[in-house]
């Protein structure tokens, strides 16, 4: 298997993380984001949408970080996927509410924080960083409600939800968000960075 890169994405930092902890046979793949080797024909026969993570298993082409997650931990019995119904339905729950609520939140501020300046698109926007600051206030405090009394976000075990969860909250930090008054989330997030697999996927 393949999977195309960027150090920069904290997408593809996700997919890094599950291989790094299962050791799976993955060759890594630098997509050169840049020098804009995303919208090269070669790179969007692969992804139409022009971004990364992409894995590509044989002829079986696959985008969609939290569906390159799951199908890399199917590839082997873990507990970051495990065969139960509830446990996925569980898991899947966490990281479609990344993708729609807490994620999309921490989009904001790398996009008004980080991005503009890299890329000369002009200053942050003070309106878009106070309204996802309000949002991202009020699903950070569901997130620290649930991790309250659990050690990671799916009960005792590590899952896909933890690294799901952690690269958009990373990404939120870096940017300047307000989320760091939160103790169990950063209880849970320093345990996160803790781990091994989180660290390789960071080199």
Known sequence: MRLYIHSASYNARRARAVVHHLQLPVQFVTCDLMSGAQQRPEFLALNPNGKVPVLVDGD??????????????????????PNDARARADITRWQAWDLAQYGRCADVFLFENVLKGLFGLGPPN??????????????????????????????DTLTLADFSLAASHETALAAGAPVDDAPHVRRWIETVQALPSWRAAKE
Do not use: K
Request: hydrophobic share 50%.
């Open 126 to 155: 003070p309106e878009a960083l106070a309204q996802a600051s309000h949002r991202i206030r009020g699903h950070l405090a569901v997130l620290d409600q649930h991790l309250a009394h659990r050690a990671w976000v799916c009960g």
């Open 60 to 81: 079986f082409v696959l985008w969609e970080s939290m569906a390159i997650l799951q199908y890399l931990a199917g590839q082997t019995p873990n507990d970051l996927w």
